[in-house]
């Protein structure tokens, strides 16, 4: 999480990635994109296999595609602007305001025990 939040812009760019760039990138701007982009993943799914060396390879991966969403996800929602935050103000919204590191670190802890756990009952 606190490498996440070294990178506030890119936070800031990933929901776009999905919904415009992918979108409107040619095939050929595509390939160049993601050849990079899987190579920086392939470092990260090998740093994630040493700290967990029980996840298979396919978990790893797994962990990687929803952990970029929900943390995706989490930044837009903290990511508020100031007529949100006097909403958030009023005590029956209190509970609905997101803490995106708080939020974060138990997004990635459910996702990892998630993960796991799927592989118990599948077995």
């Known amino acids: ?21 992918e979108q409107n990138s040619s095939y050929e701007q595509l390939l160049v994109f993601k050849t990079h982009a899987k190579a920086i993943l392939n470092d990260l799914a090998a740093d994630i296999q040493r700290i967990f060396p029980e996840m298979s390879s396919a ?9 970029h969403m929900s943390i995706s996800g989490l930044w837009a929602a903290a990511s508020y602007n100031d007529a949100m935050k006097q909403v958030y103000t009023h ?14 670190i138990n997004a990635i802890e459910v996702l990892i025990i998630g993960i796991k756990a799927k592989a118990v009952l599948d077995e």
Do not use: G, H, I, Y
């Open 1 to 21: 999480v606190a490498a996440f939040l070294q990178n506030r812009r890119l936070l800031e760019l990933k929901p776009l990635l999905f919904t415009s760039l």
């Open 59 to 67: 978990q790893v991966w797994e962990f990687l595609k929803f952990s």
């Open 91 to 104: 005590e029956q919204f209190k509970e609905l305001k997101p803490n995106f590191e708080e939020d974060a």
